[in-house]
């Protein structure tokens, strides 16, 4: 162990002891890890912050994206924890490509690269695959006149680009964010490098079992987002009908009996479920405990069956500023028929 990961150990979790997931090529992920979208109210310095406090306490995983404006302070901290002793290969970077740059893959990692301060990240994902621009902070109502469905052909081509990152070694993986089961079986027809993980909304009042299905059995890792129901999300970014998973009465009982933050409890089952969570937290507090509790006594079976059964269908990040049509309703960009919603 190096002398990083032992202070750590003395004042967190020894980084070794994380659960990890086996991805198909072989690669060990951390089975937790930090996001990190400040969204509007928590600034690129206070998450450059946090992305070093993890790191000090045990956290080696990080999602990235560059349209969380935040990739250019994150960069000089990686710095700061490769120059304390841990080594590259002992951390699991992610990155994105934003919507509007679906034609300029190589140029969009290069920068994310850069402002990482990296040779390489270990999982390039395509952030949504809706190729729409809008405007940081805008709100749902908003749409681009030139906004697109999506559309198979257009979306290999951006595929066949991700590809070429990994020939060119610039990532180790790439993989898909915000896809649907029928958008995923036609990139598993034509693809010839699998996406090694899907980033989706995952929390207990919005389990997608049948995704979560799809993918464990291609043999693609879910990552879950907004794994503690994301309660500090904006205002623009609630609906009347959303659910609280850490108000949930049975995720509360749990807590109360564990001693931990229902936020906590979230967390845990979602490890224990098998999928990956990558909360977000500023604060020490919470961090620490989110990764702590990966290694505490599991959850019950009861717990767990319990928890199985809070499924609310309540999804969060509804995506409406996507939609390509007028009038359309935002159900429309998740195929919930089991078919790809026709332009
Ligand atoms: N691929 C995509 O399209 C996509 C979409 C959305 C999000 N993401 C990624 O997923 C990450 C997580 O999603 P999210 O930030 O929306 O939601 P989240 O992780 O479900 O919720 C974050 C909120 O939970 C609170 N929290 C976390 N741990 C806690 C604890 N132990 N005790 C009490 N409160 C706790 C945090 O508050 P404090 O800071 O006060 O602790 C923060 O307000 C993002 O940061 C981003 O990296 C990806």
């Excluded at 699991?92 to 390489?120: F, M, R």
């Amino acid at each position: 162990m190096s002398d990083a990961n032992r202070t750590a150990a003395l004042d967190g979790v020894d980084p070794e002891l994380i659960p990890q997931r086996r991805l198909y090529t072989g690669a060990a992920m951390p089975a937790i890890g930090l996001g990190t979208f400040g969204s509007d109210h928590v600034t690129a310095g206070e998450v450059a912050e946090a992305v070093k406090g993890a790191a000090a306490v045990g956290y080696r995983h990080f999602d990235c994206a560059s349209v969380y404006g935040n990739e250019d302070r994150i960069g000089p901290v990686f710095r700061e924890i490769l120059d304390g002793g841990v080594t590259r290969d002992e951390l699991w970077i992610v990155s994105k490509l934003w919507n509007d740059k679906h034609d300029a893959v190589l140029e969009s990692c290069q920068k994310s690269l850069t402002d990482l301060g990296l040779d390489y990240l270990d999982m390039y994902l395509v952030h949504w695959p809706f190729p729409n621009f809008h405007p940081p902070g805008c709100s749902v109502e908003w749409h681009s006149p030139d906004a697109k469905p999506y559309v198979h052909e257009s979306f290999m081509r951006t595929w066949r680009q991700m590809e070429a990152l990994v020939d060119a070694g610039l990532v180790r993986h790439i993989g898909t964010s915000n896809m649907t089961v029928p958008k995923l079986k036609l990139l598993l027809r034509d693809c010839r490098i699998k996406p090694a993980i899907n980033e989706m909304e995952l929390h207990p009042h919005f389990q997608q079992q049948a995704l979560f299905d799809f993918v464990k059995s291609a043999g693609i890792e879910p990552v879950g987002y907004c794994p503690v129901g994301s309660p500090g999300r904006p205002e623009r970014d609630r609906t009347p009908d959303d659910t609280v998973d850490v108000e949930d009465p049975v995720i509360v009982r749990i807590a109360r009996r564990l001693g931990v933050h229902p936020a906590v409890v979230c967390v845990k089952w979602a490890v224990q479920r098998g999928q990956t969570p990558i909360p977000f937290s500023v604060k020490r507090g919470n961090y620490l405990a989110n990764l702590q509790c990966t290694l505490s006594e599991p959850l019950a079976d009861e717990d767990m069956r319990a928890i199985a059964g809070l499924e609310r269908n309540c999804r969060l990040i509804k995506g409406q500023v996507f939609l390509w049509k007028d009038g359309q309703s935002w159900e429309a960009l998740w195929d919930e028929d089991g078919e790809i919603t026709p332009p």
